[in-house]
């Protein structure tokens, strides 16, 4: 519990070329992959890819790009970010990690949640009046399939099953983490069952989900289960100074979260609210010393065991997105490694933007 796991996440934004011309679902995806294997080669703990059924974001099938990213590193883990399990099956959810986790020699994982989008529930035939029940049966069934003996279990949303084996079998198991974006239900379901936490900071001064931590914590310890990794999933980019990131990241963030907002009623983002968000709030945007500085800061006030930095946001292009995976694995994580180490995570006194 006391190793710092430091990752990356991406949803495979659809990007921008150098041209400024939108780049084909295909090319997103393969890019991800070259991204993947740059991050193993930096020495980057985790690589999460999330999975979404939407024109802006290219993987709807994580475990093929996992499996491909597979192939081509050597160490990383490769996980989710998230696996939408409301709308899947956990029978084949199971199946296919742990195909992956053969294909990658025992290095799959899974985070479980809810998504953050709601495309899945209408294009695979699933009632958005059922979002709860679907979610708490499917991951008690998931809590089942992850013993990986014969499973009897009956639910509502599924077919019942009666001391059925579910192949293939793995190694070693595999670890499945449950995702969380602010609900103490949710924390304390994922206690219940023993599942690794990871919440999902995207909005807000990052300290405020200390609760959260806390709570989680003293569920395990209620229920006499022992300590488990807690892990934040949180937006970033890192550039060569404070400027550049902001200054680079902005325009295509602004497209991104002005889409969510007209879906979700939220007003235009404005140059003010995003910088006091990179100051303040959820986003781990700076140059290395800044980024690092802040992660930190993080892990120390929630006490994590994993921090994942979503990588991508918007249109942002390849080419800055490995320049920003560079600086993440060769000076910032090291950086953040050292300032832990020393207790010298006081957040800076503002980046000049």
Avoid: C
């Amino acid at each position: 519990m006391d190793t710092l796991e430091l990752g990356l996440d991406t949803f495979g934004d659809v990007t921008v070329d150098g041209q400024g011309d939108r780049t084909s679902y295909a090319q997103v995806i393969r890019d991800v992959v070259e991204q993947a294997v740059l991050a193993d080669r930096v020495g980057i703990d985790v690589f999460g890819v999330g999975e979404h059924h939407r024109d802006d974001y290219a993987i709807s099938a994580p475990e093929v790009v996992l499996a491909a990213i597979a192939g081509r590193t050597e160490r990383i883990k490769l996980g989710t970010a998230v696996t939408v399990l409301s709308s899947d099956d956990p029978v084949r959810v199971f199946e296919r990690f742990a195909t992956l986790d053969a294909v990658s020699n025992g290095r799959a994982e899974i985070t479980l949640g809810r998504g953050s989008f709601t495309e899945s529930f209408p294009l695979f035939g699933y009632d958005l009046a059922d979002y709860e029940t679907l979610f708490a049966e499917k991951l008690d069934l998931m809590a089942h399939l992850l013993e990986e003996g014969p499973v009897t279990w009956e639910g509502t949303v599924r077919a019942a099953l009666r001391d059925q084996q579910v192949y293939p079998k793995t190694e070693s198991g595999i670890t499945a983490w449950v995702g969380v974006g602010g609900s103490p239900q949710s924390v304390v379901r994922a206690a219940s069952y023993g599942f690794p936490l990871v919440l999902a900071v995207i909005g807000g001064d990052p300290v405020r989900f200390a609760p959260y931590a806390e709570l989680y914590r003293r569920t395990l310890e209620q229920l006499g289960r022992g300590p488990l990794p807690i892990a934040v999933h949180a937006p970033g980019f890192v550039a060569e100074t404070d400027q550049d990131a902001v200054d680079t990241l902005f325009p295509h963030a602004k497209i991104a979260l002005d889409r969510i907002g007209r879906e979700r009623g939220w007003p235009p983002l404005t140059r003010a609210r995003f910088e006091a968000d990179v100051r303040e709030g959820a986003q781990h945007v700076g140059s290395p010393e800044t980024v690092a500085r802040k992660i930190a800061r993080t892990v120390r006030a929630l006490g994590l065991q994993r921090f994942d930095l979503k990588y991508t946001t918007g249109t942002l292009p390849h080419a800055e997105l490995m320049k920003s995976i560079e600086l993440y694995g060769t000076v910032v994580a090291p950086r953040v490694r050292e300032l832990l180490a020393d207790g010298s995570d006081e957040q800076p006194e503002g980046i000049a933007v």
